[in-house]
Nanobody
């Protein structure tokens, strides 16, 4: 089963940018769906963005036009570029890999992103 290790979380000012990385222990090019979730205190974990094996991407409305998900198959790494960050983007961000064959639903350890002046 694939293992995921995240990096890149930090404290950033409103309007700033940040890039999260998620390094996978094996090839992710055929993984059905790779995604980024986030969870704020007192709120449910939500899917922020995902990229499918065929390249299609999806974004939650609140981040459209600001966040970009990408995947480097040669490096087995998933990225999340976050621009124009807002205080409401503050959360723990989790990388996720979902596969049907073989079957697994794997999470990274989580990275804190704090947007504050």
């Amino acid at each position: 089963q694939v293992r995921l290790v995240e990096s890149g979380g930090d404290l950033v000012q409103p309007g700033g940018s940040l890039r999260l990385s998620c390094a996978a222990s094996e090839n992710i090019s055929s993984t059905f769906r790779m995604g980024w979730y986030r969870q704020s205190p007192g709120k449910a974990r939500e899917l922020v963005t995902a990229i499918f094996s065929h390249g299609q991407t999806t974004y939650v409305d609140s981040v459209k036009g600001r966040f970009t998900i990408s995947r480097d198959n040669a490096k087995n790494t998933l990225y999340l570029l976050m621009n124009s960050l807002k205080p409401e983007d503050t959360a723990v961000y989790y990388c996720n890999a979902f596969s049907v064959r073989p079957s697994y639903n794997t999470w990274g350890q989580g990275n804190q992103v704090t947007v504050s002046s």
